[in-house]
């Protein structure tokens, strides 16, 4: 069975940082692209970042660009999203996300969300 666990998320100030971390399990961690999407209350979801676990090559959303890194650990089958200078427009209930071609199709995964594996998300709250 494929897991997705996310953990990590909770309460900041605007400024400051989190790092989530996404947890798999039950498929072949090294084959697939894992990535975020978030949803804020009222909005769209969107997909703000994934990683190729093969190689390390990533994709962010430029409303992340420069603020958020997305790194894999292979070892530990785990995903990290270090998220620094946070903004009150980042809050919003983030989740990991698994498919096989996803950093391959990456635009159109975002366009579709249409993801294989879907966690349960973690909120992320940033207050002003």
């Not at 190689?55 to 990290?80: E, L, M, P, Q």
């Not at 349960?120 to 709250?125: D, L, N, Y």
Request: proline share 2%; hydrophobic share 35%.
């Amino acid at each position: 069975e494929v897991q997705l666990v996310e953990s990590g998320g909770g309460l900041v100030q605007a400024g400051g940082s989190l790092r989530l971390s996404c947890a798999a399990s039950g498929f072949a961690f090294d084959d697939y692209g894992i990535g975020w999407f978030r949803q804020a209350p009222g909005k769209e979801r969107e997909g703000i970042s994934c990683i190729d676990t093969f190689n390390s090559s990533t994709h962010y959303a430029d409303s992340v660009k420069g603020r958020f890194t997305i790194s894999s650990d292979n070892a530990k089958n785990t995903v990290y999203l270090q998220m620094n200078n946070l903004k009150p427009e980042d809050t919003a209930v983030y989740y990991c996300v698994a498919d096989l071609h996803l950093y391959a199709l990456w635009d159109d995964y975002v366009a579709t969300q249409a993801v294989d594996y879907w966690g349960r998300g973690t909120q992320v709250t940033v207050s002003a």
